[in-house]
Every structure is written in C-alpha cells, then in structure tokens.
C-alpha cells in the first residue's frame, strides 16, 4: 500500500486558504499530487502560499484543468465524498473502512475527490466514483469545512498505511475509470437509438445504471463483455435496417 | 462515553482563523465547551466568528482564562498533544489509542491540551497531564496546523463514540432469486438470438455475467430496467424482421 498515485482532486475550491491549508496537510501525511477542477481562486495567491507554509511545491505542482474528467485520467479507483446526499441510493461509508481501499493498487493512479465548499458535488460528479465516503458529524451541524475534511481524509489515508494491511480482494484488473466511461457513454448511445432512452430523460435514467455498474467494481475483461454484448446488439438491429434497403 | 464534559483547551493561541476554525469542527464533532489560555488574538474577532461559520456560541460561550491550572480545574483526566519532544521520557501515543481514555467517565469534567501554533507546550505546561498523544505525521513536514490538529482528535473523539456502524445499503428492496434469475435466462436468450452468444458456450459465458450481478446486490427495480433493456432491444431486432416478411 502506498500513497504515491493518490491524487486529491478538489471541484471548483472557491477559497485560497483553504487550497493552502489542504497542501499543507497533505504533505503532513505524505500526500504529494493536488489536482484542481477549474479553480475558483488563485491557489498560488499569497494567501494560500501563506497557509501552505512548508509545503508550497504542492500548490506550484497542483495540475489546473478543466473538467472532472479531465482530473480522473486513468485512474483505476475513484472515491467521492459527500455531505448531506438526497435521492442518492449508493451507501455512503465511514472514510476509515473505505478509504484503504483506494491504496492497495499501489502502482496506479486513484483519485479521492471533494466537492465545492457551498454545494459539494453534483449527482453527476458522484457517478464518476466507485465509493462514496461521508465523514459522520453531529447532527447539529454537519458541514465541514472543506480543508478539514481533506485533512481528516488524509490522516486516515496515512494512518491505513501504518496499521496492518486489510486483507483485499484478489488481485484483480480494475478497469480504468476512462475504459468504463466510454461503456455508459456507448450504452447510452444504444439506448437512445433503439428508443429505450429518450433525449430530455436520459440523463436521469443513466444515473441509475452507472450506480450498478460503480458499485460493482468492473474489472477490465468484464467491461470488454458488456462492450461486446452492445456491439452484437447494435450489429444485430442494424443488420435488419440494412436488410431493410 | 460522552463528549459532554471534555474541554478543549488551547494555550495561547495566536491565530484567529485557528480558533474560529476550531469553533467550527468542535460543533461538527459534538464537543462544546472551549477553554482559552491567555489568548494572543481575538477570539471573537470578526475574522474568527467568520470561520466559525454556524459554530459562533462556541466562540462567544468559550472561557477566558489567564493560566493552564485554572483551564484544567476539576478534570479528572488530562491529555496533552506534543509535537517533537525533546526530552521527553513519556512516551507519545496515537490518538486513537489514547483519547477515548477521556470519554470513560461520562459524568466528570475532562480535557484535552493543545499548544502554541508556533512552539507547542512546555514541558513544564506538559507535566499538567496524565497521557500524551501525537498525531503521527510524514517525516518530511511534520509541523501540522492548529485547527487541523484539533479537527483530527475531535473527528478521533467523535468516531470512539459511535459503536462501529457500517453503513448499510437502505432498507432496501433486493430482488429475490427468482426475479434475478429470469432476468438471467432472458439476457441468455436474448444473446443466443443475435448471435453473441453460442448455444456450446454459452453457460460459461452466463457464469461470468452471473457472478458480475451477483456481486451488486440487484435491487427489485434496477432488475426491472435491465428487463426493460432487453425487451427493448428484442423489439428493435424483431422490428427490423417483421419487415422484411
């Protein structure tokens, strides 16, 4: 286990001292790679420089992109976090039980995801993650603030490398998180054009496939499956327009 | 356990986005009662009440006090946090070994220490306590920041006192063997008649798709869209042949 390929991506962080708080406790925890989704603010403003202290690098280091996507490439576990979450069906997890399962593929890139200080993360954001994690707070007052919740995460993350390692699922072939996107993206194309998905619901309805599908962990050679059974499908209703001509 | 009798004390704090941040996580976590020895700022200074957020009673109830005797009056059980010690013979311990120590007697007063932003305590402001906690931190940047430490051993606090409750799917609706199963001989069917499947392969094919769904725990309506998607597709295949009767 190893926390060299997490990366900590931060949606839309709207506050500089916030963004120089989380370098500075990731590289408390050893914690090097800040990925930042359309930045609300200047992470390397004197203010976050100021709160980053001893660990600056990151911020001059962090990736600036432009989409959630973007942010994700090639990582094969993601986790989201989440506050309050309404009509959202996924379990959210204690961060202690989940969080270790982000390191035990210790050679590839994962990614841990924070949403916005004011609204975290929109229903589509979550569903590019596999695992959801809500750190439990009192019910008085639930919302924390976002670089102490980065901060709490991390310090898990750190303390799991510590403990005696968890025992894990075999040693398995997660698919990327590009490879089982571009399966919802040709099932959804499917869908539309054998008229079970229509233009103005689709979104919705794909929501609810991509949460059974993220919670089942895909391995690589399953998503080529599910591909091949769209491709015949798709073969076998345009065959018959071509028989059809 | 309770959290109702712990202090937090801080000695000398100088930062007041530190102690308004400390207001705030305290509330998230349950803990209340805020003790601040000769303070070096202003802890109710606009810029602390802002990063208080909706934990500013914590700030405007918070004690006063010139010396770290009068903080730790009537506690029966005393933690200091300690960054590097330099001779120090006792030995440091993880919070969460150590702080749910603190909880064990619900009814009486307790507290927790933490030092200056800048130069922790003294061993002497040390001697004060009975058992002394270090966040263990990365080699590289050990030096955490105030209201981060605080926010770690509260979450710690806060965690000890829930009895490990993993969360659990909602009171949800499974699909029950039979229901999973008919969706299984109609994908089957379905992917013989368009030719993904062969009839010689097509059990161990099936399996793998098996153990695919087995392992997300169908729910009685994600079964019927699946069913939804299958009768779909026989009908955009099926349309396609009537036509060319």
Partial sequence: MGLAGLRIVLMEPAGQ???????????NFGLHQLVLVNP????????????????????????LVATLPEALHECVRVIATAGRVSSWETPLENPRTALPWLLEEPEKPVALI?????????NEELNY??????????????????????GICCYELA????????????????????????????????????????????????????????????????????????????WAVNQSNYENL
């Fill in 17 to 27: 001292i916030n963004v120089g708080s989380i370098a500075r406790v990731m590289k």
């Fill in 129 to 150: 993650a596999q695992r959801f994690v809500r750190i439990p707070t009192s019910e008085n007052y639930q919302s924390l603030n976002l670089a102490t919740a980065v």
């Fill in 159 to 234: 303390q799991s490398t510590q403990t005696t390692e968890t025992p894990t699922l075999a040693p398995n072939n997660l698919a990327p998180w590009d490879v089982v996107e571009a399966y919802y993206q040709q099932l959804e194309s499917l869908l539309l054009k054998i008229g079970y998905l229509y233009p103005h619901t689709a979104a919705s309805r794909m929501e609810k496939f991509r949460q059974l599908y993220n919670r089942t962990h895909l391995q690589i050679g399953e998503v080529a499956m599910l591909r091949g059974i769209l491709r015949q499908v798709e």
């Fill in 40 to 63: 609300q603010c200047d992470p390397r403003s004197p203010e976050a420089l100021m709160m980053a202290v001893h660990a600056k690098e990151i911020l001059e280091s962090a990736q």
């Fill in 114 to 122: 924070f949403g916005r200080e004011d609204r975290g993360l929109s």
